[in-house]
Protein backbone atom coordinates (compact mmCIF):
# COMPACT_ATOMS: atom_id res chain seq x y z
CA UNK A 1 0.00 0.00 0.00
CA UNK A 2 1.61 3.37 -1.16
CA UNK A 3 1.38 6.20 2.16
CA UNK A 4 -1.41 8.56 1.10
CA UNK A 5 0.04 11.34 3.09
CA UNK A 6 2.67 11.21 1.20
CA UNK A 7 3.94 12.59 -2.40
CA UNK A 8 4.91 9.19 -4.44
CA UNK A 9 8.66 8.91 -5.27
CA UNK A 10 7.32 9.31 -9.17
CA UNK A 11 5.17 12.29 -7.87
CA UNK A 12 7.88 14.20 -6.72
CA UNK A 13 10.21 13.59 -9.85
CA UNK A 14 7.41 14.46 -11.64
CA UNK A 15 6.87 17.87 -9.88
CA UNK A 16 10.29 18.18 -9.76
CA UNK A 17 10.59 18.13 -13.79
CA UNK A 18 8.07 21.08 -13.65
CA UNK A 19 9.88 23.45 -11.86
CA UNK A 20 12.98 22.78 -13.99
CA UNK A 21 10.87 23.30 -16.65
CA UNK A 22 9.70 26.37 -15.57
CA UNK A 23 12.77 27.80 -14.56
CA UNK A 24 14.66 27.56 -18.11
CA UNK A 25 11.05 28.88 -19.83
CA UNK A 26 10.01 25.62 -21.29
CA UNK A 27 6.33 24.73 -21.96
CA UNK A 28 4.72 22.95 -18.78
CA UNK A 29 4.93 19.34 -19.00
CA UNK A 30 2.13 18.12 -20.73
CA UNK A 31 -0.54 15.24 -18.89
CA UNK A 32 0.79 16.23 -15.57
CA UNK A 33 -0.57 18.24 -12.61
CA UNK A 34 1.09 19.10 -10.23
CA UNK A 35 0.74 17.26 -6.67
CA UNK A 36 2.86 19.07 -4.00
CA UNK A 37 3.73 23.00 -3.97
CA UNK A 38 7.46 23.48 -4.23
CA UNK A 39 9.50 25.35 -1.28
CA UNK A 40 11.80 28.68 -2.48
CA UNK A 41 14.60 27.24 -1.59
CA UNK A 42 14.01 24.34 -4.15
CA UNK A 43 12.95 27.10 -6.79
CA UNK A 44 16.28 28.37 -6.09
CA UNK A 45 18.33 25.40 -6.99
CA UNK A 46 16.22 25.02 -10.29
CA UNK A 47 17.49 28.73 -11.12
CA UNK A 48 20.68 27.50 -10.09
CA UNK A 49 20.87 24.65 -12.52
CA UNK A 50 20.08 26.74 -15.07
CA UNK A 51 23.10 29.42 -14.22
CA UNK A 52 25.08 26.04 -14.53
CA UNK A 53 24.82 22.82 -15.82
CA UNK A 54 22.05 24.07 -18.02
CA UNK A 55 23.79 27.18 -19.25
CA UNK A 56 25.61 25.61 -22.39
CA UNK A 57 22.17 23.99 -23.65
CA UNK A 58 20.15 26.90 -23.29
CA UNK A 59 22.91 28.57 -24.99
CA UNK A 60 21.87 26.29 -28.18
CA UNK A 61 18.25 28.17 -28.46
CA UNK A 62 17.19 29.26 -32.14
CA UNK A 63 18.10 33.00 -32.54
CA UNK A 64 16.57 33.96 -36.12
CA UNK A 65 19.01 32.70 -38.59
CA UNK A 66 20.04 28.87 -38.59
CA UNK A 67 23.66 28.69 -36.45
CA UNK A 68 24.71 25.36 -38.15
CA UNK A 69 27.73 25.04 -35.51
CA UNK A 70 24.80 25.21 -33.11
CA UNK A 71 22.47 22.51 -34.92
CA UNK A 72 25.35 20.44 -34.85
CA UNK A 73 25.54 20.71 -31.16
CA UNK A 74 22.36 19.95 -30.36
CA UNK A 75 22.59 16.71 -32.60
CA UNK A 76 25.70 16.05 -30.44
CA UNK A 77 23.71 16.70 -27.21
CA UNK A 78 20.53 14.20 -28.72
CA UNK A 79 23.30 11.48 -29.31
CA UNK A 80 24.67 11.67 -25.74
CA UNK A 81 21.56 11.75 -24.44
CA UNK A 82 20.79 8.34 -26.14
CA UNK A 83 24.17 7.22 -24.70
CA UNK A 84 23.30 8.44 -21.08
CA UNK A 85 20.05 6.33 -21.66
CA UNK A 86 21.13 3.10 -22.79
CA UNK A 87 24.91 2.98 -20.79
CA UNK A 88 25.02 5.58 -17.96
CA UNK A 89 22.02 4.95 -16.73
CA UNK A 90 22.04 1.20 -15.62
CA UNK A 91 25.53 2.25 -14.33
CA UNK A 92 24.12 4.46 -11.85
CA UNK A 93 21.87 1.98 -10.99
CA UNK A 94 24.32 -0.75 -10.10
CA UNK A 95 26.47 1.99 -8.29
CA UNK A 96 23.51 3.45 -6.28
CA UNK A 97 22.74 -0.48 -5.35
CA UNK A 98 19.55 -0.13 -6.83
CA UNK A 99 20.14 -3.68 -8.32
CA UNK A 100 20.85 -5.42 -4.99
CA UNK A 101 18.07 -3.84 -2.98
CA UNK A 102 16.96 -7.11 0.02
CA UNK A 103 13.74 -8.09 0.21
CA UNK A 104 12.44 -5.32 2.97
CA UNK A 105 14.10 -2.93 1.32
CA UNK A 106 12.01 -3.54 -2.33
CA UNK A 107 9.09 -3.93 -0.41
CA UNK A 108 10.03 -0.55 1.18
CA UNK A 109 10.37 1.20 -2.64
CA UNK A 110 7.91 -0.82 -3.80
CA UNK A 111 5.40 1.12 -1.38
CA UNK A 112 6.22 4.92 -2.18
CA UNK A 113 7.25 4.02 -6.13
CA UNK A 114 4.01 5.26 -6.74
CA UNK A 115 3.55 2.70 -9.62
CA UNK A 116 -0.09 3.25 -10.55
CA UNK A 117 0.63 6.88 -11.35
CA UNK A 118 3.41 5.54 -13.32
CA UNK A 119 1.07 3.20 -15.27
CA UNK A 120 -1.36 5.99 -15.44
CA UNK A 121 0.63 8.66 -16.79
CA UNK A 122 2.46 6.21 -19.45
CA UNK A 123 -0.25 5.06 -21.12
CA UNK A 124 -2.06 8.00 -21.70
CA UNK A 125 1.54 9.22 -23.20
CA UNK A 126 1.26 6.13 -25.02
CA UNK A 127 -2.39 6.45 -25.99
CA UNK A 128 -2.94 3.14 -24.44
CA UNK A 129 -6.50 2.19 -22.58
CA UNK A 130 -5.98 2.54 -18.92
CA UNK A 131 -7.20 -0.63 -18.73
CA UNK A 132 -4.48 -2.80 -20.77
CA UNK A 133 -2.63 -5.10 -18.59
CA UNK A 134 0.73 -4.33 -19.80
CA UNK A 135 3.32 -4.77 -17.24
CA UNK A 136 5.13 -1.79 -15.45
CA UNK A 137 8.50 -2.73 -16.97
CA UNK A 138 7.00 -3.59 -20.46
CA UNK A 139 5.52 -0.02 -20.15
CA UNK A 140 8.60 1.98 -19.09
CA UNK A 141 10.43 -0.18 -22.23
CA UNK A 142 8.18 1.17 -25.09
CA UNK A 143 8.47 5.04 -23.26
CA UNK A 144 12.22 4.95 -23.40
CA UNK A 145 12.30 3.21 -26.93
CA UNK A 146 9.75 5.95 -27.98
CA UNK A 147 12.13 8.50 -26.70
CA UNK A 148 15.03 7.34 -28.26
CA UNK A 149 13.26 6.68 -31.38
CA UNK A 150 12.63 10.49 -31.54
CA UNK A 151 15.94 11.34 -30.98
CA UNK A 152 17.01 9.39 -34.14
CA UNK A 153 13.92 11.45 -36.13
CA UNK A 154 15.54 14.37 -35.13
CA UNK A 155 19.25 13.29 -35.92
CA UNK A 156 17.69 12.16 -39.47
CA UNK A 157 16.45 15.15 -40.07
CA UNK A 158 19.40 17.43 -38.89
CA UNK A 159 21.62 15.51 -41.47
CA UNK A 160 18.88 15.67 -44.53
CA UNK A 161 19.21 19.33 -43.86
CA UNK A 162 23.17 19.43 -43.55
CA UNK A 163 23.26 16.91 -46.46
CA UNK A 164 21.91 20.45 -48.92
CA UNK A 165 24.15 22.74 -47.45
CA UNK A 166 27.64 24.06 -49.08
CA UNK A 167 31.34 22.89 -47.34
CA UNK A 168 31.63 25.87 -45.27
CA UNK A 169 28.32 24.76 -43.64
CA UNK A 170 28.48 21.04 -43.60
CA UNK A 171 31.95 21.31 -41.73
CA UNK A 172 30.51 23.82 -38.88
CA UNK A 173 27.45 21.40 -38.27
CA UNK A 174 29.84 18.16 -37.78
CA UNK A 175 32.16 20.63 -35.96
CA UNK A 176 29.50 21.46 -33.57
CA UNK A 177 28.40 18.34 -33.69
CA UNK A 178 31.68 16.85 -31.53
CA UNK A 179 31.22 19.64 -28.97
CA UNK A 180 27.78 19.18 -28.38
CA UNK A 181 28.30 15.75 -27.69
CA UNK A 182 30.32 16.96 -24.21
CA UNK A 183 28.44 20.50 -23.90
CA UNK A 184 26.22 18.95 -21.20
CA UNK A 185 27.86 15.38 -20.03
CA UNK A 186 31.20 14.14 -20.33
CA UNK A 187 32.59 11.12 -20.68
CA UNK A 188 32.40 9.41 -17.11
CA UNK A 189 28.36 11.14 -17.11
CA UNK A 190 28.90 13.89 -15.08
CA UNK A 191 27.38 17.65 -15.66
CA UNK A 192 30.31 19.20 -17.80
CA UNK A 193 28.87 23.02 -16.38
CA UNK A 194 28.87 21.82 -12.62
CA UNK A 195 30.41 24.25 -10.06
CA UNK A 196 30.59 21.58 -7.37
CA UNK A 197 27.43 22.07 -5.88
CA UNK A 198 25.51 20.14 -8.49
CA UNK A 199 25.48 17.18 -6.39
CA UNK A 200 24.38 18.82 -2.87
CA UNK A 201 22.01 20.60 -5.02
CA UNK A 202 20.32 16.71 -6.38
CA UNK A 203 20.38 15.60 -2.71
CA UNK A 204 18.45 18.42 -1.42
CA UNK A 205 16.09 18.04 -4.03
CA UNK A 206 15.39 14.16 -3.95
CA UNK A 207 15.53 15.03 -0.37
CA UNK A 208 12.80 17.73 -0.43
CA UNK A 209 9.63 16.59 1.08
CA UNK A 210 12.15 15.46 4.64
CA UNK A 211 13.47 18.48 4.42
CA UNK A 212 10.46 20.28 4.61
CA UNK A 213 9.20 18.06 7.69
CA UNK A 214 12.46 19.11 9.58
CA UNK A 215 11.86 22.40 9.01
CA UNK A 216 8.30 21.76 10.86
CA UNK A 217 9.05 19.73 13.62
CA UNK A 218 9.07 20.97 16.85
CA UNK A 219 12.04 20.80 18.73
CA UNK A 220 13.51 22.70 15.83
CA UNK A 221 16.07 21.27 13.83
CA UNK A 222 19.32 23.32 12.71
CA UNK A 223 21.44 22.94 9.35
CA UNK A 224 23.55 20.62 11.21
CA UNK A 225 20.95 18.22 11.78
CA UNK A 226 19.99 18.23 8.44
CA UNK A 227 24.07 17.51 7.54
CA UNK A 228 23.59 14.66 9.11
CA UNK A 229 20.62 13.03 7.61
CA UNK A 230 22.22 13.83 4.35
CA UNK A 231 25.37 12.59 4.94
CA UNK A 232 23.26 8.96 5.57
CA UNK A 233 23.26 9.16 1.54
CA UNK A 234 26.23 6.93 0.48
CA UNK A 235 26.52 9.75 -2.41
CA UNK A 236 26.62 12.71 -0.52
CA UNK A 237 29.78 14.63 -0.93
CA UNK A 238 29.97 16.70 1.92
CA UNK A 239 32.77 19.36 2.30
CA UNK A 240 32.35 20.31 5.69
CA UNK A 241 30.07 22.41 7.86
CA UNK A 242 30.80 25.96 6.83
CA UNK A 243 30.82 24.52 3.05
CA UNK A 244 27.30 23.23 3.73
CA UNK A 245 26.24 26.64 5.32
CA UNK A 246 27.66 28.45 2.42
CA UNK A 247 25.44 25.86 0.18
CA UNK A 248 21.93 26.53 2.16
CA UNK A 249 22.55 30.51 2.13
CA UNK A 250 23.13 31.02 -1.67
CA UNK A 251 19.85 28.71 -2.22
CA UNK A 252 17.97 30.61 0.99
CA UNK A 253 17.66 27.55 2.80
CA UNK A 254 16.62 28.26 6.35
CA UNK A 255 16.37 26.19 9.48
CA UNK A 256 14.49 27.21 12.77
CA UNK A 257 17.52 26.88 14.53
CA UNK A 258 17.75 25.77 18.39
CA UNK A 259 14.25 26.02 19.71
CA UNK A 260 10.64 26.42 18.88
CA UNK A 261 9.41 29.35 16.90
CA UNK A 262 8.49 32.37 19.04
CA UNK A 263 4.92 32.01 18.18
CA UNK A 264 5.15 28.59 19.57
CA UNK A 265 6.38 29.38 22.50
CA UNK A 266 4.24 32.07 23.51
CA UNK A 267 0.99 29.66 22.71
CA UNK A 268 2.52 27.06 24.81
CA UNK A 269 2.83 29.57 28.11
CA UNK A 270 0.57 28.55 30.50
CA UNK A 271 -1.84 30.63 31.77
CA UNK A 272 -0.94 33.40 34.58
Known amino acids: MENKGEPTLFARMMDL???LREAVGLEPLPGWKRTNSTPEWA?????????????????????????????????????RCKVFYKHDVPKILKADGLDRLSKKQQERLDAISGEQEMREYYLKVLKYPLADKISLEELLTLVARSKLEDLDKHRQVALYHVANQDAKNGKMFFKGMNE???????????????????????????????????????????RKDLRAELKKSPTFQDRGENWFNDVCDEIKLSMKGVGAPHKFLKSARPPR
Not at 47 to 60: E, G, N, P
Not at 64 to 76: A, E, F, S
Not at 188 to 211: N, P
Open 17 to 19: HCE
Open 43 to 79: KNICLRYRQTILKSVLRLKPKGRVNWRNYGRCVGLME
Open 180 to 222: GYSIFLNEEGEFSGDDRRADVYGELLAFQYEVEKMRRVLPAKT
